[in-house]
């Protein structure tokens, strides 16, 4: 018998979780619209010459006919920081993409993790300051709460505020206190700069930098507080929300290395980890030939609909389903193609699927007329106003 199951860490989507997936594609792409971003579709798979900012162990990768290695893409930031130096590379002004798109990791059997899952996101290129910064920041925040999603907040950093809270050390002491801190491992990450000489005053600067969080902020004094203040301000201006939803928070130093300035990561109570996460990488375009200031963010489609789900959150309600018990080939087929002319949804015969659909069960009585569960008999026009 073959094996029915799909690979370790790849699963059937249904179509009651399917048809909520494209309602919140829609509200995203909408969102991303309404700022001037337009789509882009980097292909899903690239060539394993670059830094895709992921260990090669996590990469799903292989070898090509021709002998070349090449991974499914772990990350869009990093196929589009490649895109832009290709297609872009004499172009003049801001580059505003954004995409809908699945991404593929390798993962541990043991944690039970999926190794494909949807991002959605933006990349904002050539544009720096704190106004890019806010944009950037904003345009998250308003995406969550359009599509639907009231109570995230979203935590804000510097990594560059990071960098010089270890000035004191030189590049390889300071990448392996940058390597902890990404790792989670703020206790290592001290215990390195102390044991690399630097300074007790230094280091208590650097605790109560990486400790501050909300107004506590306000008493750092390193160069780059100041613009992460502005930026918060800034992206408040572009999109209040409700309730008040940035939070400085200067601890938070994402995983993913190219960052290099303001980062942030949006956070649900409900959920274990950030549904989405982003910010300034002004290095990365340059490890692919065309140096650009860029800034962005990606939100984890799956843990955004759980975040949502969990909120109480449905998806709109959509057309009833008109299920239409045939009665004569002809006159069901005219009948069908009648109710579709005039807006209603119609499956001929019974519904296996109903994807949370209302479902409205409906017999054929001639090619104009239609009898409903409750015994009345209906033109297709009177159907069709019933229902819209």
Same mark, same amino acid.
């Given at each position: ?11 059937d989507i249904l179509p009651t979780e ?62 589009? *920081?490649? &895109?832009? /130096?290709? @297609?872009?590379? $004499?172009?003049? %002004? +801001?580059? =505003? #993409?954004?995409?809908? !798109? ?73 990448? *392996?206190? &940058?390597? /902890?801190? @990404?790792?989670? $491992?703020?206790? %290592? +990450?001290? =215990? #390195?700069?102390?044991? !690399? ?60 290395p190219y960052y290099t300035g303001v ?126």
């Amino acid at each position: 018998m073959p094996i029915l199951a799909p690979p370790r860490g790849f699963r059937d989507i249904l179509p009651t979780e399917a048809r909520e997936l494209r309602a919140i594609e829609r509200a995203l792409d909408e969102t991303f619209a309404s700022y001037g971003y337009v789509p882009i579709e980097p292909p899903m798979v690239e060539r394993v010459d670059g830094d895709s900012g992921l260990e090669r162990e996590r990469l799903m990768q292989f070898l090509d006919r021709d002998g070349s290695l090449v991974a499914l893409r772990p990350d869009i930031t990093t196929a589009v *920081a490649r &895109l832009v /130096a290709q @297609r872009y590379r $004499d172009a003049a %002004g +801001a580059l =505003r #993409l954004s995409y809908f !798109a699945p991404v593929f990791r390798e993962e541990p059997a043991m944690l039970g993790a999926e190794r494909e899952y949807d991002q959605a996101g933006v990349e904002l290129v050539g544009p720096s300051g704190p106004l890019a910064d806010a944009e950037v920041l904003a345009l998250l925040a308003e995406s969550l709460a359009r599509c639907g999603l009231r109570d995230a907040t979203i935590e804000i950093g510097h990594v560059g505020v990071v960098r010089r809270a270890f000035a004191d050390l030189n590049d390889d002491e300071s990448a *392996a206190v &940058l390597d /902890a801190l @990404r790792a989670g $491992d703020h206790v %290592g +990450a001290f =215990r #390195l700069a102390a044991d !690399a000489g630097m300074r007790d005053e230094a280091l208590g600067r650097a605790r109560n930098a990486l400790s501050a969080r909300g107004r506590a902020v306000e008493s750092i004094d390193i160069d780059g507080v100041d613009e992460l203040r502005e930026v918060i301000h800034l992206a408040r201006d572009l999109f209040a929300g409700e309730p008040l939803w940035g939070v400085p928070n200067l601890s938070l130093v994402p995983a993913l290395p190219y960052y290099t300035g303001v980062v942030f990561e949006a956070l649900h109570p409900k959920s274990g980890f950030p549904i989405a996460a982003g910010g300034r990488y002004d290095l990365l375009l340059g490890a692919f030939g065309t140096p650009r200031r860029a800034t962005g963010f990606a939100i984890s489609v799956p843990r955004l609909h759980l975040a949502l789900f969990e909120s109480g959150w449905r998806a709109a309600r959509e057309r009833a389903l008109v299920s239409l018990a045939p009665a004569g080939t002809r006159d069901t087929a005219q009948l069908a193609a009648a109710l579709r002319a005039r807006g209603v949804v119609v499956a001929i015969g019974a519904v296996a699927e109903r994807a949370g659909l209302e479902i409205v069960d409906a017999s054929v009585v001639d090619h104009d007329h239609v009898r409903v569960a409750d015994g009345r008999v209906m033109t297709a026009d009177e159907l069709a106003r019933e229902l819209a």
